[in-house]
């Protein structure tokens, strides 16, 4: 059974900085790609970043230069560190994968940035 948890949400002051964390189980982690994707209330879920299992990256345009995703294989963890964060940024924050043309994904976990 494929699991994704993620961890590392909270309230940021703009500017700051956080690091998602999503442990995965019950999937080849290290031949699959992982996404992060984030919804704002009222809005449509949207895609925010990938990795492959080749550790290529692919970012959208509103957070190139600002976040980064990475993976440990070693531990099945995909993380996505955010930095400068934006009001904007404020979401629920989702780890996602495909596995055999099936979409799994975590619970979310809340970012929040606010004065």
């Known amino acids: 059974q494929v699991q994704l948890v993620e961890s590392g949400g909270g309230l940021v002051q703009p500017g700051g900085s956080l690091r998602l964390s999503c442990a995965a189980s019950?999937?080849?982690?290290?031949?699959?790609?992982m996404n992060w994707y984030r919804q704002a209330p009222g809005k449509q879920r949207e895609l925010v970043a990938s990795?492959?299992?080749?550790?290529?990256?692919n970012y959208a345009d509103s957070v190139k230069g600002r976040f980064t995703i990475s993976r440990d294989n070693a531990k099945n963890t995909v993380y996505l560190q955010m930095n400068s964060l934006k009001p904007e940024d404020t979401a629920v924050y989702y780890c996602?994968?495909?596995?055999?043309?099936?979409?799994?994904w975590g619970q979310g976990t809340q970012v929040t940035v606010s004065s």
């Open positions: 019950g999937i080849t982690f290290s031949r699959d790609a």
């Open positions: 990795i492959t299992s080749g550790t290529n990256t």
């Open positions: 996602h994968t495909i596995i055999s043309y099936m979409n799994h």
